[in-house]
């Protein structure tokens, strides 16, 4: 460990807590706020070109993240790692399960659907490797002022000041940065509430084999249970933000699980940003990436592959833009617009359809539940997008017009 200008650089990833003094200021090519997927996999990207990057880290990792820890096939396809020695439990399977009235469908495949994770495990794995690859890594180091300048900006924390050409905000759904820097709320989010919960063992059996999702229990939302190694990550979320009663629609879920009493039970919720943040392309010199930038899939709030493709684009601009603050944004937004955007739009309208019109839903599931999930299936494993999926008319024709 290098301490530098009183703020602690670790070139190694432990879990000792920093020092604290203030000193001088570090000068950095590019700071990433934020060790998740979107920070962890931007460091990574930016490995290898000498550059000065530094990924700063308000908890010292390995860090619990609200989480259900189900990483889809898409986003592991993303990453330049093995992420098996982090895998709790392959999901081959896919179960979706409906209430009122009662209909259950399943996708399989010879390769894993979700890969399901601890995030500490997850996240440390990736923040590892960027850490590998070059980037420093500076824990217990909340970045709580961002000051922007003309060609740098700079980040005061607890423990000084870095002074850098860039910075890729990828700080979370309560981004420091983004209120920093004066953007606005994120609009769109999905309030979620998970227990990481163990049970009898032979309540927990007929539940480690798939992932599975269930509709029509928690109004404009849904619950999930995520397998683990040795206990079970359950959830429930809604679109519906302040009016529903998460932790009771748990409760309920458990009941309809019929899993009894947990032995062991912890309980966290937290927000998931579903719809990109208004003025996101706005702060000089700053790149919103993952939570930060409301980039999380509004059909399934899930945003580990936003995370890891959005800070991997963010890099790949500052590179490509060669520091050059308007046409950095310009790689940006167009990479973001190619691949993410379009995708998160269609999305949107999905999820509007899926969560706002039960109705409809009940109907359409009843028609072409199997064929719905057959294509969710396709795409979070990545064997299609939503775009893809919405540019052959026949597959949406189909479901309205009830062929078969
Ligand atoms: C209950 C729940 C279940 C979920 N389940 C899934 C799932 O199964 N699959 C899936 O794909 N997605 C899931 N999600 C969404 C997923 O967790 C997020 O979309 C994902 O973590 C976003 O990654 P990120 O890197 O953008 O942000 P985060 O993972 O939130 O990482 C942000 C990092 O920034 C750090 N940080 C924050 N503020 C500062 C600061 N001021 N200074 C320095 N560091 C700071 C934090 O400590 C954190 O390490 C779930 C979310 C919730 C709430």
Redesign the pocket.
């Known amino acids: 460990m290098t301490a530098r200008s009183g703020l602690t650089y670790k070139s190694r990833v432990t879990s000792t807590a920093p020092t604290t003094a203030s000193g001088q200021t570090v000068e950095l090519d590019v700071a990433i706020?934020?060790?998740?997927?979107?920070?962890?996999a931007a460091a990574l990207a930016l490995g290898g070109r000498g550059l000065r990057v530094g990924l700063?880290?308000?908890?010292v990792?390995p860090?619990y993240?609200?989480?259900?820890?189900?990483?889809?096939r898409r986003?592991v396809a993303l990453l330049p790692l093995d992420v098996r020695a982090v895998v709790e439990r392959e999901c081959h399977v896919a179960e979706f399960v409906h209430h009122g009235p009662p209909m259950r469908f399943a996708c399989g495949r010879e390769q894993p659907i979700v890969s399901m994770v601890m995030?500490d495990r997850f996240?440390h794995l990736i923040t590892t490797a960027a850490v590998q690859a070059g980037a420093q890594l500076f824990t217990g180091?909340?970045?709580?002022e961002v000051t922007l300048g003309a060609d740098h900006v700079t980040l005061a924390?607890g423990a000084g000041e870095f002074r850098v050409r860039f910075v890729i905000a990828?700080?979370?759904?309560?981004?420091?940065?983004a209120k920093q820097t004066g953007r606005p709320e994120l609009r769109g989010v999905f309030p979620?509430?998970?227990c990481e919960a163990t049970f009898a063992a032979d309540a927990m059996a007929p539940l480690l084999r798939a992932a599975r999702f269930d509709f029509g229990l928690v109004p404009a939302g849904y619950g999930?249970v995520?397998p683990k190694r040795g206990h079970l990550?359950i959830?429930v979320?809604t679109t519906v933000r302040g009016a529903a009663n998460l932790p009771q629609h748990y409760r309920r879920y458990l009941e309809v699980l019929g899993l009894g009493t947990p032995l062991h039970e912890e309980r966290?919720?937290?927000?998931?940003?579903c719809r990109p943040r208004d003025g996101m392309f706005g702060a000089h010199r700053v790149l919103f990436?993952?939570?930060?930038a409301g980039l999380?899939d509004p059909v399934?709030?899930?945003?580990?592959?936003?995370?890891i493709l959005s800070?991997q684009l963010a890099a790949r601009a500052i590179l490509a833009g060669e520091f050059a603050e308007a046409a950095v944004k310009r790689c940006y937004r167009a990479a973001l617009e190619q691949t993410l955007l379009g995708e998160l739009r269609i999305a949107r309208w999905l999820a509007w359809v899926f969560y706002e019109c039960p109705r409809l839903r009940t109907v359409l599931l009843k028609r072409h539940g199997q064929r719905m999930t057959e294509l969710m299936t396709k795409i979070v494993t990545g064997e299609t997008t939503y775009s893809a999926a919405m540019r052959r008319p026949g597959n949406y024709l189909r479901l309205f017009r009830g062929g078969a």
Request: with cysteine.
């Open positions: 706020v934020g060790a998740g997927p979107a920070g962890a700063i880290e308000k908890a990792p860090r993240k609200t989480c259900g820890g189900g990483v889809l986003a995030r996240d180091t909340t970045v709580r924390t990828a700080d979370g759904a309560a981004s420091v940065v979620a509430f998970e999930w995520f990550s959830g979320g966290h919720g937290y927000l998931i940003p990436a993952g939570d930060a999380a399934t709030a899930e945003g580990i592959t936003a995370g800070g």
